[in-house]
C-alpha cells in the first residue's frame, strides 16, 4: 500500500491535475488501483485547493493533523479523516499557481489511499488460513487417532488375552493355556510385550500345574494315611475293650479296685477314641477337597435337628439346649453329614459357653433357602479371632490343652460340608452376647 501510495503523482504535472479543473471530471497522469485522497495545503496547515474531479475525493482533515503533516514532510503515516475514512498518507511538495495574479507558491500535496481493501484482504487471509489450520488439525487428529489404534492393536489383543486369562482362571489352572498370536520376526515393543507374555503364562501354567498336583498329591495322601490309620486305630480300641471286659468278668478284688493297668487300658482306649476322631475327620477333609459329591436324599429337618441335638444332650447333661423347628421343612442331602455339621455346631457351643448358658438351635424357612443357626451365651471371641474359625486346626486356647476337647476341625468340617451342599456358613460372635453361627442351605422342591 505504501508503493501504491508513493505512485500516485510522481512528478509535478501529475500533482497539478489532481487539482486541474480544465481538465474536466477525468483526471489525466494519476497513477492508482484504487480511488485517490488529496488536498493540498501551505505551511500554515491551511487548506490552500480540493481536488478536482470524480476520481478523487476531498480528503477532510483537521487542522492539528495538517500541522503534523506538514512538519513530518514525507513520512508515511496512517490518520483517520474526519468522515470516518481510514488513509495511508505522503506528502509531496508542489507549486500552486495564482490565477489572477499568476505568482506561484509552494505547498504540500497530502495523497492518501484507503486502507479497507488491505483490511479485507487480511481477514480474508486470517479466515482462509484459520479454516486451513482447524482442517489440517482435525485431518491430524484423526490420522492420529487412527495411526495410534492401530499401532496398539496388537497391545489390544494383549490385554485381551490376560483378560480372558483372569475371566476362565480356575483352581485346576483353566484358561492358562491361552497365548498372545505373535510373529517371531515383530521386533517391535508391543511384539516383545506379546512374546514376554507368553513366557509368562508359559511359566504360570507350569508352575501352577506343578503346585496342583502337589495339592493332589497331598489330599490323597491324607485319604490314603487316614483310611489306612483307622485299621490300627480299631484294632487297638477293640484290644482295650476286650481286655477291659476280661477283667471285669474275672471278678475278684481286681474287679473292685482297677489297678494300674486298668488305668493304662483305659487311657488307651481314650487316646485310641480321639485319635479314631481324628482321622474320621481328615478323611472327611480330605474327600471335600477332592470334590466328593455327597448323597442327595430328601430329608425332614426336624428328624434331622432332633437326632443331632440328642446326641449332644446325651454327651452334655448338664448344658440347657433349646430347639425350635416348624415342621414340613424339607432339604435334599446327605443325612449323616448334615447330622455331623449340625452335631458339630452343638457341641462347638456346649463345649465353649459359659455353665449358665443356654444354647438355643433354631430352624426357619427364608424364601429358597433353610436357615439354622446355633446360638450361644457367651463368652464369645473378639472380631480378630472370630475370623479365623474356619480355618483347619486352629484354635483360641493358644495353648493347646485338650482339657476342654476339640482339634480345631469341627467348624472348618462344617464349612466343607455346607458348601458341598450348596450352602453358605456364617460365624457372628461378640466377647459379651456370645456367638451364633448361621448356616443357609436350599430347600428340598418336591
Do not use: C
Not at 470524480?54 to 500541522?67: E, F, P, Y
Not at 485299621?231 to 475278684?252: K, N, Q, V
Not at 479365623?388 to 468340617?413: C, M, N, Q
Not at 456364617?426 to 451364633?436: A, E, I, K, L, Y
Amino acid at each position: 500500500l505504501d508503493q501504491q501510495v508513493q505512485s500516485v503523482g510522481k512528478t509535478e504535472p501529475e500533482l497539478e491535475t489532481l487539482f486541474n479543473p480544465r481538465l474536466g471530471p477525468v483526471v489525466a497522469g494519476v497513477h492508482a488501483p484504487q480511488e485517490v485522497w488529496a488536498v493540498a495545503i501551505n505551511s500554515a496547515g491551511d487548506v490552500v485547493a480540493w481536488p478536482r474531479g470524480s476520481g478523487v475525493n476531498r480528503m477532510l482533515l483537521t487542522a492539528a493533523q495538517r500541522k503534523s503533516l506538514v512538519a513530518h514532510g514525507t513520512a508515511m503515516e496512517t490518520i483517520r479523516t474526519t468522515d470516518a475514512a481510514q488513509l495511508r498518507v505522503t506528502t509531496k511538495p508542489a507549486f500552486a499557481t495564482d490565477s489572477a495574479t499568476a505568482s506561484s507558491q509552494p505547498v504540500t500535496v497530502v495523497i492518501g489511499l484507503s486502507t479497507d481493501d488491505i483490511h479485507r484482504t487480511l481477514r480474508r487471509l486470517l479466515g482462509l488460513e484459520t479454516a486451513i489450520g482447524a482442517i489440517a488439525i482435525l485431518v491430524a487428529l484423526l490420522a492420529t487417532s487412527y495411526g495410534v489404534r492401530f499401532s496398539l492393536r496388537r497391545l489390544r489383543t494383549v490385554t485381551g488375552t490376560a483378560h480372558d486369562v483372569a475371566a476362565e482362571l480356575s483352581p485346576d489352572g483353566a484358561g492358562l493355556d491361552r497365548r498372545v498370536p505373535v510373529d517371531d520376526s515383530d521386533a517391535t515393543e508391543v511384539g516383545r510385550l506379546a512374546q514376554s507374555m507368553n513366557t509368562l503364562l508359559e511359566a504360570v501354567e507350569t508352575q501352577f500345574a506343578a503346585r496342583v498336583e502337589r495339592e493332589q498329591q497331598m489330599r490323597q495322601f491324607l485319604a490314603d494315611a487316614s483310611h489306612e490309620l483307622r485299621t490300627p486305630l480299631t484294632s487297638i480300641r477293640g484290644y482295650a475293650e476286650l481286655e477291659r471286659l476280661r477283667r471285669g468278668s474275672a471278678g475278684g478284688a481286681d474287679a473292685q479296685a482297677p489297678d494300674a493297668t486298668a488305668d493304662h487300658i483305659a487311657r488307651i482306649e481314650a487316646e485310641g477314641t480321639r485319635m479314631s476322631r481324628l482321622v474320621d475327620d481328615l478323611l472327611t477333609l480330605a474327600r471335600s477337597d477332592g470334590g466328593a459329591v455327597p448323597r442327595r436324599e430328601w430329608i425332614d429337618v426336624t428328624e434331622l435337628l432332633e437326632e443331632a441335638v440328642g446326641g449332644v444332650r446325651a454327651a452334655h447333661l448338664d448344658r440347657r439346649i433349646e430347639l425350635s423347628v416348624p415342621a414340613g421343612l424339607h432339604v435334599i442331602g446327605d443325612p449323616d453329614q448334615l447330622v455331623r455339621v449340625v452335631r458339630n455346631l452343638v457341641t462347638n457351643a456346649a463345649v465353649h459357653t459359659r455353665a449358665d448358658g443356654m444354647i438355643g438351635v433354631s430352624a426357619v424357612r427364608e424364601g429358597p433357602w433353610l436357615v439354622l443357626q446355633v446360638a450361644d451365651q457367651g463368652p464369645g471371641l473378639p472380631a480378630e479371632e472370630a475370623a479365623h474359625v474356619f480355618e483347619r486346626f486352629w484354635r483360641a486356647d493358644k495353648s493347646r490343652t485338650r482339657a476342654r476337647g476339640g482339634s480345631g476341625l469341627g467348624l472348618p468340617i462344617v464349612a466343607a460340608l455346607v458348601h458341598a451342599h450348596g450352602g453358605t456358613v456364617r460365624f457372628d460372635s461378640s466377647v459379651q452376647t456370645g456367638s451364633t453361627v448361621t448356616v443357609q442351605l436350599p430347600l428340598g422342591s418336591a
